[in-house]
């Protein structure tokens, strides 16, 4: 193994420790920062923007001491005193998704710079969350008991339920409505996981494969045992001619969806794609 393989395997070992667990609470910020480091494929000194984010947390808790706590509290810190923003005019630039870039350039998409928003919120002991809100990733903060919802694409503004409904049928259509699963929260592995497919699913319309592989990789690190992604490593390996990555791949597919037979139906179809497939990617070796 060459030192640059040794190292990314390294890394990428760190990010599994990093999301061991359940993945109910992990530590956002620096997860998302092992993500940036390990995609630039450098030795990157962490701590300026570990020293960043201190900062801004800091920052909100003088504020909350000189006028209490409120949900704006955060975009008056994030959104105006360090000129966080949502990038509208390049939305789809790979730097918007990449943690490090966005607080160098202070612009991203909608989950990248909640990661920050969240990390800053539970530094002041806050209950904060990602929600399950469609095609725009919102975040929930809880203060005082009273349940906010927050959306740092646009500033950090707070959302009243008038808001989320017009969000709502930006995306779902002019009918939509409100329902409570749209409030659902999602763990902070999952937020990771879309942290990272923003950059895969760029990848792969640019049919960067090797890049895409890459990007998988990570999101195995974070969610190891996902279905759906170890067949798609499956599929991409094979693709790029790296039959050993593919078979295992797919191996670990068919473990774990045999381990789980409950699973949606769906699987009963990949099981056998995925047999065929290992079945010929096997033969390919001898």
Known sequence: MSSDALEIAKSLSRLR??????????????????????????????????????????????????????????????????????????????QNADLIRVIERRQGLPV?????????????GWHAEGLAFPGHFLIRVEIDGGRHVIDPFHDGCVRDASDLRELLRQVLGPTAELK????????????????ENNVRLRLVKREEWAGAAQSLDRMLAISPDQPELLFEAGQLNARLDKRR?????????????????????????????????LQELRRGLN
Do not use: K, W
């Open 17 to 94: 420790d990093l999301c061991a667990g359940d993945g109910e609470r992990l530590d956002l910020l620096e997860v998302a920062l092992a993500l940036s480091a390990l995609r630039s494929g450098d030795t990157v000194d962490l701590s300026p923007f570990r020293q960043h984010v201190a900062a801004m947390s800091t920052g909100l808790a003088d504020l909350v001491r000189r006028r209490g706590a409120s949900p704006e509290s955060l975009a008056e810190v994030i959104a105006q005193s360090y000129a966080y923003r949502g990038d509208s005019e390049t939305y789809d630039d790979l």
């Open 112 to 124: 990248a710079l909640s990661i920050l928003y969240l990390h800053v919120a539970r530094a002041q």
């Open 180 to 195: 409570p699963e749209h409030f659902d929260p999602v763990i902070d592995r999952d937020v990771l996981l879309r942290l």
């Open 245 to 277: 990555a593919a078979i295992q791949a797919f191996e670990r597919f068919l473990l774990v969806v045999g381990a789980t037979p409950n699973r949606p139906g769906g699987d009963a179809e990949l099981r056998q794609r995925a047999t065929a497939l």
